[in-house]
């Protein structure tokens, strides 16, 4: 791929679509005046050396790399063609069958970034079809980093599963931070006071494992080991259903991407 690689990306208005778009231009992947861009109502409020159009097809016909960032309900609707392009579809749902199909093109790839995108720091499993060459592999592995760190997976069932996981983004520790906020409000802490301690927590924790690469199940044994009040939480808490619960999320999240592709 050249230096004057033309990306389109369909929905790039939307959180996830415009998030990518930022991510590609500060690392340098593509040039603002090779982006062609859609959206689908309203007026564009980035990227305004950027070419933005409301004709999802041609939008297609001008570019060499295809995007599609829109909600897996409006893709039946799309109708966009784009034989013989490399596609990348961040639709949650939406197999790679179906992709071909409807896009009638054979180089396509799923991937699954998340909300953290916007900060650089998605973790975006994919996938991608035989068509896909080695040299376009490592475009989107760039693709993908520069929004965080990617992994290339074997299976789409592997997508899929990781759709609830990964693709929940900041959902799961936001769920637990509001849990745990509203507890320590209840006994009568500050509001204020609770997110700014709930916050810091999950952001320390993050950088942690981050810096040492650490299994997290190992962080969870030194405290149990401490005998402190930490240990004593994890031990209500597990009492309590915390591994069932979370569980039972992930397997809902699972058979929901897989539903959401029958039906869309």
């Known amino acids: 791929m050249s230096g004057s690689l033309k ?27 090779h982006l062609v861009l859609s959206l689908r109502s309203g007026e564009p409020t980035r990227f305004p050396a950027a070419r933005w159009t409301r004709d999802n097809q041609d939008l297609a016909d001008s570019v060499d790399l295809l995007i599609v960032s829109v909600r897996p309900a409006d893709w039946p609707a799309l109708g966009v063609r784009a034989a013989g392009k490399l596609v990348i579809s961040v639709m949650a749902g939406i197999g790679l069958e179906r992709l071909i199909a409807g896009l009638g093109s054979e180089r396509v790839v799923r991937a699954l970034p998340n909300a ?107 405290f149990l080991d401490y005998r402190g009040t930490t240990a004593a939480a994890i031990g209500a808490m597990c009492a309590n259903g915390f591994d069932e619960a979370v569980g039972a999320g992930l397997a809902a999240a699972f058979h929901k991407s897989i539903s959401m592709g029958l039906s869309a």
């Open 7 to 33: 990306i389109g990306v369909i929905g790039a208005n939307g959180w996830l679509g415009g998030a990518i778009v930022q991510a590609l231009l500060d690392a340098g992947i593509v040039s603002p005046e």
């Open 116 to 222: 953290a995108a916007e900060v650089r720091a998605s973790f975006t499993p994919w996938i991608a079809t035989p068509a896909i060459s080695a040299e376009e592999r490592r475009l989107v592995g760039r693709i993908f980093e520069a929004c965080g760190t990617s992994a290339e997976l074997e299976s789409e069932r592997e997508l899929d599963y990781l759709t609830g996981l990964a693709g929940s983004g900041p959902a799961f520790p936001a769920l637990l931070a509001t849990a745990m906020m509203r507890h320590a409000t209840a006994h009568g802490i500050d509001a204020e006071v609770a997110r700014q301690a709930v916050t810091h927590l999950l952001v320390g924790t993050g950088r942690l494992f981050e810096k040492n690469g650490d299994d997290p199940a190992n962080t969870v044994e030194v």
